[in-house]
C-alpha cells in the first residue's frame, strides 16, 4: 500500500480526529516530509483534509470520491481496480479488457455511466456521484460453476453488504433487482464471454448498479414511483468505497464456498416473489400463476393456473399485487 494510501485509510478510519504528523509519522513508521507530500497528493485528488497550524491534520467533511487503490488495498482477493470519472458502461469496459486478454479479476467502476445497461436491453439511469456503479470481471471460473448462478450469488452479496454497513434491510425480486421499501434500488447484470474456439464461457462480468444516494427532484418523472436509494435526501453514513469493498469481499466468500449452495437457501428465505401471483410473458404467450419454489439452479418455479407447473430461468416477472408493499 502507497504511503498516501496509508494516511487516507488511518483518517478514514477515525472520522474528525486530529493527527499531528509527527503521530501519523510514528503510526505508519514514515518521515514527516513523506506524510506531508501525502497529504498534499490527497487533497489535489479532492478529499477535505485540514493542516491545522500546531495540532495536525483532519479529515473535515464527508468526500465520497471513488478511489481504486483504497478499495484494492482492503480487498481479500487479488483484483486489478480502475476507477474512471464516467463511463459509457462499466460492464462494456469490463468486457473489452477482457476479450483484450486480461488475465486477472478485474473491477471497474464509474463516478457516472452514460449509458448504462439493465436486462432486456433497457438503460439503467447513473447520474453522477449518486450510486456505485461497477463491473467485476470474473476470468477464474471454478470447473464446478453455474454461470446462471452468479446472478443469485451476487444479489446476497449486495444484500449482506447493505446490511452489515446500514441499517437497511433490502429484499430480492427474482431475478436480480433489489427493493428496499418497495421500490428498486439495485439491479444486476450478467454477461458471458464466449471462447469462440472451444464455444465455452471464457469469462464473465457481473455488473451491479447500486443507487446509493438520490435527490427526488433529480429523478426522471417516470422513475420518481419506482426508483428508490440506500439513502433518499439525507447525507450517507457510508461512503462507496466502503460499499465497493464489502460488496467484492462478500461476493468472493460466497464464490468461494459454491459446492455448498448455501447462498441459494439464503436468496430464498429474501426473495418476497414466493408465494405471490405473478405473470409473464412466453413465446408471446400470457402466462398467470403462484411463484411457489426456487430450485436449485436459481429457476423460479410457478404453479400456472390450470394446475401445471413451469420453470423460469429467465426473464421478466410481474407481480400480481402492488410492489410498493414490499417491505
Known sequence: ??????????????????????????????????????????????????????????????????????????????????????????????????????????????????????????????????????????????????????????????????????ERNPQIKWVNDLYIDGKKICGILTEGIINLETQTIDSIVLGIGLNVQLEPVSMPEELKEKMGALFVAEEPTITRNQLAISIVNEFYLLYSQLDKNEYLEEYRSRCFVLGKQVNFTRNKEYLEGMATAIDDKGALVVRLQDGTETTLSYGEISIGWTEGAAK
Open 1 to 166: 500500500m502507497t504511503t498516501k494510501n496509508k494516511v487516507l485509510n488511518l483518517l478514514n478510519q477515525n472520522p474528525g480526529k486530529v493527527f499531528s504528523g509527527q503521530a501519523i509519522a510514528d503510526h505508519l513508521q514514515i518521515s514527516r516530509t513523506a506524510i506531508w507530500k501525502a497529504v498534499q497528493s490527497l487533497k489535489e485528488e479532492g478529499f477535505a483534509i485540514q493542516s491545522l497550524p500546531n495540532a495536525g491534520y483532519l479529515l473535515s467533511s464527508h468526500v465520497d470520491l471513488l478511489h481504486a487503490d483504497t478499495i484494492k488495498s482492503q480487498l481479500r482477493e487479488e483484483v486489478a481496480v480502475f476507477v474512471h470519472p464516467f463511463l459509457g458502461s462499466t460492464n462494456a469496459e469490463a468486457k473489452r479488457m477482457l476479450s483484450e486478454g486480461e488475465r486477472n479479476d478485474v473491477l471497474v467502476l464509474a463516478d457516472e455511466q452514460t449509458a448504462g445497461r439493465g436486462r432486456l436491453g433497457r438503460s439503467f439511469f447513473s447520474p453522477a456521484k449518486s450510486g456505485l456503479y461497477m463491473s467485476l470481471g470474473l476470468v477464474k471460473l471454478a470447473p464446478q460453476m453455474d454461470p446462471t448462478l452468479l446472478t443469485t450469488m451476487a444479489a446476497v452479496a449486495v444484500c449482506r453488504a447493505i446490511e452489515q454497513l446500514t
